[in-house]
């Protein structure tokens, strides 16, 4: 009697025929066995029960070695092998029993339900009769012919899903398909035949994934390989692409597709990873001309221009070269308008460009799509108030220069401006007065973009000589008088030039 839960139990309700090996009585005068051999078997027994499975497999490898014709050592190591999911090792164990003996229909209904799920339905179908003819016991004649009439359905639905398939009907064949492989789970050929189908109806990884299954079910199928990485190359997954190529190889080293594949993966990757280490380094404009080499090298293939043109929108970005940048990344939104890099990368620079609305667009559309992302969720904290910002005082403006400018630039556009608009130039009291004006925000502009931690608070939205800005407060943003700048020398920057102003 076999005790509920144990782990004979639990063997016996995955493979229901498993049991009989527990209750099957050690027929030593039959077999001709010697005592050694009988210790394996019985030892082997308990160690299953325990489910110490490699320990009894042990047993029973060392009972076919001491006995060749025992039946019994065979069937046992087969519901080792089954229990342990290596169901291709315990078939020729199966299969030796019948051999030995004829008349025992739990080995022969056994190897019908493994010849079911390999999809050999004909030899399936021949062991379940000839389990019928064999005088079973009433629960091996109920499970045979309840087998028998799977294994019919299973032979219509492949009829029918080989005629779709031909008729190029590949939605009707999946489903007929579906339907077989629930039963036939190790049939590598129904697999592969499903894989056909949903690469004709556009559905590459569930075809990587049927055929991964395939590469396993059948020995050095070195098809599935190539296939597996071919579909992952027009994926623009170069890498898992160079993985499965390479698994091909191993195989068949002389494979003339997967060699010439391998190749063209292999320089395509190595351009790739090069550009990648050329970004991570900040070398930007390098890293553009090896995506450029990238478009080259696979021009065929759209993912690989897709991706090679939103990585160079990101170096454009990075490298401060607005115009470049929303040229190549509004290329890529147009092919993937949902593209969150591109939409980050094009935002920023809008921002260069003092196109905020713009800016604040691209992120908050950005945010629908990963609304997690703390970058877009900064950048567009950012736009929004250099966008208030601009609707009072832009530095840049009033020096006439670019947020990228360099220090030296905006020293050359002060020292222009305020040789321009120094008020001693002016006779007429109302034009004295706008030129004063003007000269306090020259110089307050100066004051800002010449200092590093200044300029950065400016940059990220916040005016340093703005009183509410600083303080949150009320008050004149403009809080600077002519007479604060009395006496203040414009070139006193450490350039060669100085001069001085004589105010009345």
């Not at 296939?227 to 390479?246: A, F, M, N, P």
Request: charged share 35%; proline share 3%; hydrophobic share 35%.
């Amino acid at each position: 009697m076999v005790a509920p839960g144990s782990v004979t139990s639990r063997l016996g309700s995955v493979f229901p025929f498993l049991l009989v090996l527990v209750d099957l009585q050690y027929e030593g005068a039959e077999c001709g066995v010697n005592a050694d051999v009988e210790k394996h078997l019985e030892l082997g027994k308990k160690l299953l029960a325990a489910g110490q499975l490699a320990d009894a497999l042990s047993q029973f490898h060392a009972a076919v070695d001491g006995d060749p014709d025992n039946y019994i050592a065979y069937y046992r190591r087969a519901t080792v092998f089954l229990a342990m999911g290596k169901s291709k090792a315990a078939l020729p164990d199966l299969t030796k029993v019948i051999e030995l003996k004829m008349d025992f229909t739990a080995a022969r209904l056994q190897r019908g339900h493994l010849l079911l799920k390999q999809g050999k339905l004909d030899e399936a179908e021949d062991d379940f009769k000839k389990v019928l003819k064999s005088n079973p016991s009433e629960n091996e004649e109920k499970e045979a012919q309840f087998q028998l009439v799977k294994s019919d359905e299973m032979q219509r639905l492949r009829s029918q899903a080989l005629d779709a398939f031909e008729s190029s009907d590949y939605t009707a064949a999946i489903t007929f398909l579906d339907k077989i492989l629930e039963v036939c789970v190790w049939d590598a050929e129904l697999r592969e035949l499903r894989a056909e189908c949903f690469i004709k109806e556009g559905e590459p990884r569930k075809a990587i994934s049927d055929l991964k299954a395939a590469s396993k079910l059948k020995n050095d199928n070195t098809e599935a390989f190539y296939k597996i990485s071919t579909l992952y190359y027009q994926l623009g997954d170069h890498e898992l692409s160079l993985s499965e190529v390479r698994e091909c190889l191993k195989l068949d080293q002389d494979h003339k597709r997967c060699f010439a594949h391998y190749k063209q993966v292999k320089k395509l990757n190595k351009l790739i990873e090069s550009a990648e280490e050329l970004i991570r380094d900040g070398r930007y404009t390098d890293a553009t001309s090896k995506y450029e080499s990238v478009m080259k090298t696979e021009p065929s293939v759209a993912e690989y221009t897709i991706r090679s043109k939103e990585r160079i929108c990101h170096c454009f970005s990075k490298d401060e070269k607005p115009v470049e940048a929303i040229r190549v990344c509004s290329e890529v939104l147009q092919m993937e308008p949902d593209n969150v890099n591109a939409l980050k990368d094009r935002a920023e620079a809008y921002l260069i460009e003092e196109m905020y609305d713009e800016a604040i667009q691209d992120y908050e559309t950005a945010q629908e799509h990963n609304e997690n992302d703390q970058q877009i969720r900064e950048g567009l904290e950012k736009a929004q108030r250099l966008l208030k910002q601009s609707q009072k005082r832009d530095y840049y403006k009033i020096l006439g220069v670019k947020r990228n400018a360099k220090k030296q630039e905006i020293i050359k556009a002060y020292r222009k401006l305020a040789l321009q608009w120094h008020p001693d130039n002016f006779q007429n009291e109302e034009e004295k007065k706008k030129a004063e004006k003007k000269f306090i925000d020259i110089a307050a502009a100066k004051e800002v973009l010449s200092d590093p931690e200044m300029r950065k608070k400016f940059d990220d939205g916040e005016d340093p000589l703005d009183t509410e800005s600083q303080q949150g407060g009320g008050g004149n943003p403009f809080h600077r008088s002519w007479n604060s700048w009395q006496g203040f020398n414009p070139f006193s920057s450490g350039g060669p030039f100085r001069f001085k102003f004589h105010f009345n």
